[in-house]
């Protein structure tokens, strides 16, 4: 009998350990496999390309106007690596509220030239190595897919939209950088911030009659540069948040347009409002200079009543929207007093540079703010002397 069990015995406990490995090797080849398919995610970035990027990668670059602005909103500029030359350049004038909240940015080695003109060879030399690159205007500079073939690293392209007729596009850009990085709850209250403000101004001025309204213009706006009085836009967005009387508008010019000079003295606004990037000129040339020069200027009814004031500077290497809603509230207090009463401009602008750039630290926002207040040798949102 004591052979029987021995027979019986050493199979059954061969077989028991054999079952035992191979649940062993089973666990670990389905855990491997879920391991590497959790290492990346693919999205499909503006483009419509489908993209495979690792899972909330720690090092990343920022390619084109605007994209490293994207990345300060959703918090995540710490996983940078190197920059663009713009950020590292020593400028007289710099109004970018993220690159002011961010003075470390000119430290960074420098990976291409600004607008998206980057160098593949400078890039593979970076260390630690970025993990995706994201790429702002695809059309500008290096092609997404040859830098992606070039570098081996994941390329990100976004558009980056605007306030107003493409808010879509900047509300994608910020959620597709957000599923990339992981920061997609920070992206989904940037979109949120926007859309109640923008909602807050239209709310107070929507049931303004129109004959109540008081006719604007703002002149000076700044497009690759600094321009005269006769630079305009015509779907400014602070005029359209408040519904105010544009003399200059357009519904179907989208962007900044120059326009005549007897097309503003036709017009007469009541209000002007000055971008302050033109005083950069410092000549001729400056939109303050033509306004307290310019003979046919001078008989306007906003300069003859000192109804002329500055405001921030937005168009800077792309749109810094938090400074559009600051001009927005700032335009509404001139325009419709009586409907934003309530509102301390020094206390909104903080607020909202405290949460776009500032990372919630309110102290960081106020630096901001008196920076950017005090950027030109004009205040803004004072009254201009003309």
Known sequence: MELDKKKVTIPF??????????????????????????????????????????????YVICSGSGALRYLTYLEAQDRIVAVDSI????????????????????????????????????????DPRPQVIFKMYSASGYDPAELQKKTGIPVVALNYGDMVNNRDDMYQALRIMGQVIGKENRAEEVVSFFETTIADLNERTMDVPDEDKITCYVGGIARSGPHGFRSTEPTYPPFLFTNARNVAHDPKDLST??????????????????????????????????????????????????????????????????????????????????????????????????????????????????????????????????
């Open 13 to 58: 406990i061969l077989l028991v350990a054999s079952i035992l490995v191979a649940g062993c090797m089973g666990g670990t080849s389905t855990r491997q496999t879920t391991d590497t398919a959790a290492d990346t995610i693919t999205i499909t970035d503006a483009l419509g390309r489908t993209v495979e990027v690792p899972v909330s990668p720690e």
């Open 257 to 386: 347009a120059e326009v005549s000079k007897e097309s503003i003295l036709g017009w007469d606004p009541e209000i002007i409002f000055v971008d302050l990037s033109t005083t950069q000129s410092e000549d001729k040339s400056s939109a303050l200079y033509q306004l307290q020069n310019d003979a046919s200027y001078r008989k306007l009814t906003a300069v003859k009543n000192g109804e002329v004031y500055g405001v921030l500077p937005y168009n800077w290497y792309n749109q810094n929207h938090g400074s559009v809603l600051a001009n927005a509230y700032f335009a509404g207090k001139i325009l419709h007093p009586e409907r934003f009463g309530d509102v301390d401009l020094e206390d909104k602008t903080i607020d909202i540079y405290t949460f776009l750039v500032g990372r919630g630290d309110e102290e960081a926002g106020r630096q901001v703010y008196e920076e950017m207040i005090n950027t030109f040798s004009v205040p803004a949102f004072t009254k201009m002397d003309v």
């Open 87 to 126: 950020e590292t350049r020593e400028d007289k004038y710099d109004p970018r509220p993220y690159a002011i909240a961010n003075p470390g940015f000119k430290q960074y080695s420098v990976f291409g030239e600004f607008r998206g003109n980057d160098n593949p060879e400078k890039i593979l030399t970076l």
